[in-house]
Nanobody, 115 residues
């Protein structure tokens, strides 16, 4: 079993920055993919970014150039630095960890971008 605990998030004005963290614990294998999903009210869940244990990254077009995903494998922790935030980035952000065809989810953290 794997547990994921997110931290960070909150409220920020448009153009501002926020950082999210996701700490994983439990039975974690060396090869895995971690990432972030988000879901805004009334909208479908969207994959934001992923990073493999080898460092390969993926970004949704909507966040390319503004968000940066990273991880510290020694600490089993993943980070998402969000810059130039827009109101449309407002959502609940959830971290995931996928290993051996099983995906684990964090509880989610709210990010609100509003003036």
């Amino acid at each position: 079993q794997v547990q994921l605990v997110e931290s960070g998030g909150g409220s920020v004005q448009p153009g501002g920055s926020l950082g999210l963290s996701c700490a994983a614990s439990g039975s974690i294998f060396s090869i895995n993919v971690m990432g972030w999903y988000r879901q805004a009210p009334g909208k479908l869940r969207e994959l934001v970014a992923t990073i493999s244990s080898g460092g390969t990254t993926y970004y949704a077009d909507s966040v390319k150039g503004r968000f940066a995903i990273s991880r510290d494998n020694a600490k089993n922790t993943m980070y998402l630095q969000m810059n130039s935030l827009k109101p449309e980035d407002t959502a609940v952000y959830s971290c995931i960890l996928t290993q051996r065809l099983h995906t684990y989810w964090g509880q989610g953290t709210q990010v609100t971008v509003s003036s």
